[in-house]
């Protein structure tokens, strides 16, 4: 057994089949290093170079490095015919792109597959790791800023660049991430901690719609975002997921299960069927406090006289799960305007969570958020204009204390 726990501990990827990605850049050549590396930890490692690639580096020098056949053109016929592209994408624990030029970055956004490469990330399901490397000027070009953002919403993960000197060989930021770097990056998807496994947790996320006739409805500016990827988060830790989600334009996490509603009545249905069979809910959903006490039929015609709408209160979803809780570990947002914490607490205590995290509406449809988490049992934790993946992270590792006892 010590063996075993041995060869695991010096080779932490044996087993893993890692596809790596490299494109038309000079840094093509550091590369190298990067796979040596992989296989020393473990790794099997299939390598597609695109067509401007093999302008650096031979396939023979990668073929030699890997163990493993360099694949190029979609179109090759190995001497057993699969599709590569799909067979690539299903055998891969983790796609690394490195390095990734522009162009790269542009194709991967706007969904062109017109090469292996390409093609086989379209068709992958599993996790892909970007390493850029380019001028400055154009990784600072708005376009490819967009295109990195698009990514990353989509949960694409990015590692660099760095500040060095370019091929250009002045300094700027665009250099490849170091080896150690991507290295790292790429442990911290592969080894990423399964602590959530056995644990069902129930999200709730986006805002509802109350709608006053059948085309007009109350709502606020939620996106759904950190529900989200709270559930992502939850999922890739091991945990089953079920999502209820508002009307959103994100795409649901893969293998969480989504259930979509439109109005706070609708919410309070869902959350109270799943609530009693899961051992984590969290509250992330922007649920409208109130609905119209009315819902006309037609569409109400605009007129020069004033209408008034009379509005009635929705049900307080997460104060009637804090009343019939029993062992279960419950979550909430709260969104204030001013004082922040002094009302965060307070709802803490009210609504009887184990949990809170407070942020203003600045976090509202945004990737990147400020937020105070406050514990029932005292701890209070600041994090500053941090990605809204790794403020789901510290949650969910928070959260362990009420879980594991």
């Given at each position: ?11 932490p990827f044996l087993g893993r ?113 970007i390493a850029p490397a380019m ?248 994090l500053r204009e941090m990605q ?18």
């Amino acid at each position: 057994m010590s063996k075993k726990r041995n060869l695991k501990k010096n080779r932490p990827f044996l087993g893993r089949k890692l596809v790596l990605g490299i494109t038309g850049s000079i840094a093509a050549y550091k590369t190298c290093e990067i796979v040596s590396r992989l296989k020393e930890l473990g790794a099997e490692v299939f390598v597609i170079m695109t067509k401007a690639a093999t302008n650096f580096v031979t396939p023979l020098t990668f073929q030699t490095l890997s163990g493993n056949r360099v694949y190029l053109n979609l179109f090759d016929l190995p001497e057993e015919w699969e599709l590569e592209h799909i067979s690539l994408a299903e055998r891969a624990d983790l796609i690394l792109i490195a390095p990734a030029t522009a162009n790269a970055i542009a194709k991967l956004a706007t969904g062109i597959a017109d090469d292996l490469l390409t093609t086989t990330v379209l068709a992958s399901e599993s996790p892909i790791l970007i390493a850029p490397a380019m001028h400055e000027t154009m990784y600072k070009n708005s376009f490819t800023q967009a295109n990195i953002e698009k990514l990353k919403e989509k949960g694409f993960k990015f590692i660099g660049p760095e500040y060095g000197k370019l091929a250009s060989g002045k300094s700027g930021l665009g250099r490849l991430a170091s080896n150690d770097k991507i290295i790292d990056g790429v442990k911290d998807i592969l080894n990423r901690e399964k602590d959530m496994a056995g644990k069902t947790f129930l999200i709730t996320a986006g805002p509802t719609h109350e709608y006053l006739d059948p085309v007009r409805y109350i709502a606020n500016a939620s996106s759904g975002k950190m529900g989200y990827v709270l559930a992502e988060v939850a999922q890739r830790r091991g945990a089953k997921v079920t999502l209820i989600s508002g009307p959103t334009n994100i795409t649901p996490p893969q293998g969480v299960n989504t259930i979509f509603v439109e109005s706070a009545l609708d919410m309070e249905k869902e959350v109270v069927k799943y609530a009693p069979r899961s051992d984590v809910v969290i509250a992330s959903a922007a649920v409208g406090d109130y609905r119209p006490e009315k819902r006309e039929k037609e569409k109400i015609k605009t007129n020069l006289q004033r209408k008034s709408i009379n509005l009635t209160r929705n049900p307080d979803i997460i104060g009637q799960l804090g009343k019939q809780k029993d062992a279960k570990c419950l979550i909430g947002f709260a969104l204030e305007t001013r004082d922040l914490e002094k009302n965060a607490r307070e709802k803490l205590k009210k609504k009887n969570l184990d949990m809170i995290i407070a942020n203003t509406p600045r976090a509202m449809s945004q990737n990147k958020a400020t937020v105070k988490i406050f514990t029932k049992s005292g701890k209070k934790i600041f994090l500053r204009e941090m990605q809204k993946e790794k403020i789901a992270e510290k949650i969910l590792s928070e959260l362990k204390e009420f879980i594991t006892k």
